[in-house]
């Protein structure tokens, strides 16, 4: 009778021991459970040179959507479960507590799973894929890949979220020989491909066909020269990354028109989530 009251203590340690990794924030079984996410920006404190337009103290809105399925078998294809938004996601947070609107809750199965995907700019999901609008490069797309939970697995779930485009930036100086009072009238990035979209099924942008690209913000009032330092010229840029460390570039003043191949140092190729600033002088 000893050797089997011990084999049942035993037994009933295991049974609470394989528990412990489980948690469920409902006071029994029977109840919802919330779905309560996280959301980080992961690249800008792993590596500074990772900026882009939202950053520093900016925030931005997000959508989310989540897939219901057993273990394995999500098809992010197919409409998802449910669609919200989270909003005030701050460019430098690491593991910022976010609010689903309107809020979700896992499924009673604990054998389904919920496997969401986040993104930015907002936008709904058909048949997996997401567009948004962007004629002049000024939008900086950001993609958090899936995080999954169910109704006893439903602590420390981080959207994770990345700059998957490259972001350029401008810079004129006043070169020897330039003629008093030359202002700058345009700079045009030459088979610049526009992020327009989402590939949900393989957490990657999609991208317009190439094209000429004029920076936003130039119209011809910057006076080249004004500061000896440079001045910034137009609006940062993202496109997508390129291979090689060379951009065709086509500059007009008020003056002339030239045909500039810009280099950039450091890096072999255009990088995803980096910012370049390419001065011209």
């Known amino acids: 009778m000893n050797r089997l009251i011990i084999g049942l203590l035993a037994l009933a340690g295991l049974v609470a021991c394989s528990n412990e990794n489980k948690t469920n924030t409902g006071s029994n079984t029977d109840e919802d459970v919330s ?53 005030d996601i701050q460019a430098e947070a690491n593991q910022q507590s976010v609010t689903l609107n309107p809020s979700q809750v896992y499924n009673a199965d604990d054998d389904i799973k919920t496997y969401m995907k986040a993104w930015y700019p907002t936008g709904n999901v058909e048949a997996g894929k997401v567009a948004f609008a962007n004629t002049d490069g000024t939008v900086d797309a950001l993609l958090a890949g899936a995080v999954s939970g169910s109704k006893w697995d439903n602590e420390g779930k981080v959207l994770q979220f990345t700059h998957p485009t490259t972001q350029i930036k401008f810079i004129v100086k006043e070169g020897s020989g330039l003629a008093a009072n030359t202002t700058l009238n345009r700079i045009t990035i030459l088979d610049a491909e526009l992020p327009t979209g989402f590939d949900l099924t393989n957490d990657a942008v999609t991208y317009a066909a190439k094209a000429n690209l004029n920076v936003p913000g130039i119209d011809g009032s910057l006076v080249i020269g004004t500061n000896e330092a440079g001045d910034r010229a ?23 028109t030239f045909d500039v191949t810009a280099t950039i140092d450091g890096d072999a190729n255009f990088m995803a989530g980096r910012a370049y600033t390419i001065t011209l002088t």
């Open 35 to 87: 779905i309560r996410l996280s959301a980080g920006m992961p690249s800008a404190t792993a590596n500074p040179d990772s900026k882009a337009v939202i950053s520093g103290n900016a925030t931005f809105t997000a959508s989310v959507a989540g897939w219901e399925a057993l273990a394995g078998e999500e098809d992010y294809s197919a409409s998802p479960t449910w669609e919200a938004s989270i909003a």
């Open 234 to 256: 137009g609006e940062p840029v993202m496109i997508r990354p390129m291979s090689g460390n060379t951009l065709a570039l086509e500059v007009e003043t008020s003056t002339a």
